[in-house]
Structure formats: C-alpha cells, structure tokens
C-alpha cells in the first residue's frame, strides 16, 4: 500500500514585501506570493513564459529564516504542502483557491539546476 504525500517544491521570486502578522502567544507568520517562470515553445516555435504566482504561508520556527530579511524581488526556495482555502466573496458566493503552508524556506542567490 502506497503512503500519501503532499508536497511542494518551488523556486522563484518574492512578489512583494511580506506580511508578517505577531500573535500574543508568541507566534509570528508570513504571508507572501512567489512568482515562478516556465519557458516553452508554442506551435508556432516562438519562445513563449509563463508566469504562475503562488501563494505561501510559513510560521516562524526551525527551517526558518528571518522573515525581517525577506523583501520583494528576493529569490526563494521554499518546500512545503497544498492547502485549499474556502473563502467567500462580498457577493456571497463560495469560492476555493490553494495556498502552500511552507516549512522549509532557503533565501537563494540564484536558480540551482
């Protein structure tokens, strides 16, 4: 019998300054999007990218960096699980998205192939 697993993996960039939300128990969470590229050749063979923006929840703790020294345009790579998130619009209607609950965040330099 197969074990589940969710997991994530991303690289890419920070697409604005974090939202960092302290907690009176002491606990402190990020709120970030991270932009990832993907290039590919369309059917006509011209150079086409794609951009794909992710959003992504960490706590602090262990396999954490700073959060202070994350800022926008950073290159991260984060390793995490998929999240859905019920939500509803101010019309009232039910609406789903993902978000990635991070735990395991790297500040990198640039892409690692």
Do not use: C
């Amino acid at each position: 019998m197969e074990k589940s697993l969710n997991r994530v993996e991303l690289r890419g960039n920070v697409g604005f300054d974090p939202r960092i939300s302290n907690f009176e128990d002491g606990g402190v969470v990020m709120r970030l999007s991270l932009a990832t590229n993907e290039s590919f050749k369309n059917k006509k063979g011209e150079l086409q990218e794609e951009t794909v923006w992710h959003n992504i929840v960490a706590w602090a703790g262990k396999s954490m960096p700073d959060f202070g020294k994350i800022k926008k345009g950073d290159f991260l790579s984060i390793t995490g699980r998929l999240k859905p998130v019920q939500y509803q619009t101010k019309t009232g209607v039910e609406r789903q998205t993902y978000e990635i609950v991070a735990y395991n965040i790297k500040l990198a330099d640039s892409v690692e192939e």
